[in-house]
């Protein structure tokens, strides 16, 4: 602010000596005004053909620039059609494609879900010829004639398809909590051919062996 002030000062002292000059008579010969008004003139004119210069270069690079931002705009509206175009030809081809690979997806489903059924009778009659249930007499002989009910058993292959829905339905948690309708040779068996094995904490839950991994 100091500095401010000190130059304020500065020019209003010069403004005043301005104003207290009187102005100075160049010439009053007509001759001598007229050389120098045309040298003003000149002054003038080297000074605006100079800024003409200027302005002319200015708009030589400018038409040069919209030029190149004209054929950039063409070039890049050629890349857009080209890919609209392969856009739309890839479109007719795919959906064809789609479909049919849909199509044989489905197919597929179909054929291994009746390859799957095939398998699990296949499976149910191999296990009912050799590992029946036993009989009624058989599993109540050593029990009080008091006593309850026995809880009916379930198949081997009852026993097979839960372990392995367990397994694929909830891979973090597959085991199967064993019940009275298990019957303990099953179990046994399961166990001592390595298809199952019993939960580390829990010996009333067992899983199937994780076979696929």
């Known amino acids: 602010l100091s500095l401010l002030m000190l130059r304020w000062k500065a020019l209003t002292v010069d403004c005043r ?14 001759d001598v ?11 003038v004119k080297n000074d605006l053909e100079m800024v ?35 856009k739309e030809e890839a479109e007719t081809q795919v959906e064809p494609s789609t479909k049919r690979g849909f ?14 059924k095939e398998l699990l009778s296949a499976l149910g009659e191999f296990l009912d010829e050799h590992f029946p249930l036993p009989e009624q007499g058989e599993n109540t002989k050593n029990k009080n004639s ?24 909830t891979p973090h948690d597959p085991y199967v909590t064993i019940n009275d309708s ?22 009333n839950r067992m899983r199937l062996e994780a076979f696929h991994k």
């Open 17 to 30: 000596q301005w104003q207290a000059r009187n102005p100075e008579i160049i010439s009053t010969n007509p």
């Open 33 to 43: 005004l007229l050389e120098f008004g045309k040298e003003e003139l000149q002054k």
């Open 103 to 116: 199509d044989e997806l489905k197919n597929k489903i179909l054929k291994l879900k009746t390859y799957k």
């Open 146 to 169: 008091s006593a309850e009910p026995a809880v009916e058993l379930i198949t081997l292959q009852e026993i097979l398809e839960m372990l392995i829905n367990k397994l694929m339905t």
């Open 182 to 203: 298990f019957w303990p040779p099953y179990i046994e068996m399961l166990l001592r051919c390595g298809m199952a094995m019993r939960h580390p904490e829990d010996p």
């Open 52 to 86: 003409l210069s200027t302005v002319r270069s200015k708009n030589k690079q400018l038409e040069e620039d919209l030029k190149r931002e004209q054929q950039w705009y063409e070039e890049q509206e050629q890349i857009l059609n080209t890919l609209d175009k392969i």
